[in-house]
């Protein structure tokens, strides 16, 4: 009998070329796919998990809401319910996006429990697509939307603890901290969110702060803190108006134990959290510094106190991961991602790295924006034989210094270039002309 080394056997590619390929079906990957549904472009859509919604699916604790307002959250041209509340819940987002599928006919260009292994650029501009069922198919073109909330970023500690470490990622409900003495390291949303369920369920709540942060009210006299900017405002107006209110609302941080920010509000990404600062002048929630080392049970900060604690959670963010692309594709210099037009490269066409920003406000009415945007750019550079990347750096545009971004200077751009798209079509098309033989670099496989 003859045997096969089935290892060594090339499975058949399929020919996907007439289309795109959407990596992720959550709340980026969605919208951009209505967005090309609604340009008559033709894609796939496909998700590692079972069901659609990406992080607000099963990515989230039960008890968390947004912290932007649904008006901006919301896709502008899909409103949410009018009997969510202005902060709705993981559970009304993950029904709200399920809806969105539903409204627009998502759903049969959804392939679900469909995990990527590898994209890679093949010749002539094409792009291959192994799954990790072995299937391969190769496209036209494929638009990276596989979230930055999941590739779970640790601190490195020095010692042993002899409690439990998790990152905030692994925490869904506060059972997991009741009767228990939590430390939870971070300032961002998600660290004061589970520092305050602590608060309420936990023998203990210590917050670990490297440095302090600007906390903000998520209401300012009944409304949303988010719904008072308004698109006409310069960032530095509102950052000033963003500092009265803090003013206002907490007072200052030496009343809280806490010392000031080195930093200008919006630097960073925003933490929007009434309950911490409560719960601190309640003697439920208590500051600390950064952590110098572990001790079995005890923890000792750098001000040289200590402290017992049960659970250790690590509110420490995430890595931009694109664990399926080649190294030379690997674009990511910490949380900024060296792309043109905040997706182009200059050198590859066909690869789009999209939503890995961070927004200053609800994404839904950005990427409502964006999507028809970038829709008219896919079709230009259907046109074009030079990557769009290289047309915007021709045209002078700078790489992003930044992850963080004013969704109300996007929108701006975002006009301006709409208006103007005629004008950008016929300088791509000029600096198309000057590299009549660019051609993708294909990486072989590993």
Same mark, same amino acid.
């Given at each position: 009998m003859v045997q096969i080394d089935r290892s060594r056997i090339v499975p058949q590619a399929i020919d996907r070329t007439d289309r795109h390929l959407i990596l992720g079906a959550g709340f980026v990957g969605l919208g951009m796919a209505q967005a090309l549904q609604a340009a008559g472009i033709a894609y796939d859509q496909v998700d590692a998990s079972d069901r659609i919604g990406g992080n607000w699916d099963r990515g989230v604790y039960q008890t968390a809401h947004i912290i932007s307002s649904k008006k901006v959250t919301q896709f502008t041209h899909f409103p949410m319910p009018n009997d969510y509340p202005d902060f709705p819940s993981a559970a009304q987002m993950r029904d709200y996006l399920n809806a969105f599928a539903d409204r627009f006919n998502l759903r049969p260009s959804i392939k679900l429990n469909c995990a990527v292994l590898e994209v890679r650029p093949i010749e002539n501009n094409r792009w291959q697509v192994t799954f990790v069922n072995g299937e391969v198919r190769i496209y036209q073109g494929v638009l990276l939307c596989n979230g930055h909330h999941w590739d779970k970023r640790f601190p490195q500690f020095q010692g042993e603890f002899n409690g439990e470490i998790i990152h905030s990622k692994d925490?869904?409900? *506060?059972?997991?901290?009741? #009767?228990?003495? @939590?430390?939870t390291i971070g300032g961002g949303n998600s660290a004061c969110d589970i520092a305050a369920e602590a608060a309420r369920v936990g023998a203990k709540s210590v917050l670990s702060l490297r440095s302090s942060v600007w906390f903000l009210p998520k209401t300012f006299a009944g409304k949303p803190i988010v719904d008072l900017i308004r698109g006409w405002m310069p960032e530095s107006l509102q950052r000033s108006i963003a500092y009265g209110i803090i003013r206002l609302t907490f007072g200052k941080h030496e009343d809280y134990g806490l010392t000031k920010p080195t930093y200008r509000i919006f630097e960073k990404h &925003?933490?929007? +959290? +009434? =309950? !911490?600062p409560y719960y601190i002048k309640h003697g439920r929630i208590q500051p600390k510094p950064a952590v110098r080392q572990l001790q079995g049970d005890t923890v000792e %900060? @750098? /001000? #040289?106190?200590? =402290?017992?604690?049960?659970?250790? !959670?690590?509110?420490? #963010?995430?890595? @931009?991961?694109? *664990? %399926?692309? *080649? &190294?030379?594709?690997?674009? @990511?210099? #910490?949380?900024? !991602?060296?792309?043109?037009?905040?997706? %182009?490269?200059? /050198?590859y066409k066909g690869i789009y790295y999209i939503g890995w920003g961070q927004v200053r406000g609800g994404v839904g009415s950005l990427i409502a924006a964006y999507g028809p945007f970038f829709a008219r750019c896919l079709k230009l550079q259907d046109e074009i034989n030079v990557p769009l990347g290289l047309v915007l750096k021709q045209m002078g545009q700078q790489l992003p210094q930044t992850h963080l971004s004013d969704p109300h200077a996007t929108f701006r751009q975002l006009k301006i270039a709409n208006l103007g798209f005629s004008?950008?079509?016929?300088?791509?098309?000029?600096?198309d002309r000057l590299y009549p033989n660019f051609q993708n670099t294909p990486i072989p496989s590993d």
């Open positions: 925490y869904k409900h *506060p059972d997991r901290l009741r #009767g228990k003495r @939590v430390l &925003p933490t929007l +959290n +009434n =309950e !911490v %900060f @750098v /001000d #040289g106190s200590c =402290e017992t604690f049960d659970l250790i !959670v690590c509110a420490t #963010g995430f890595h @931009v991961s694109y *664990p %399926f692309l *080649p &190294p030379a594709l690997q674009r @990511v210099k #910490g949380a900024i !991602v060296q792309c043109y037009g905040s997706c %182009f490269l200059d /050198d004008w950008f079509s016929y300088k791509a098309h000029q600096i």
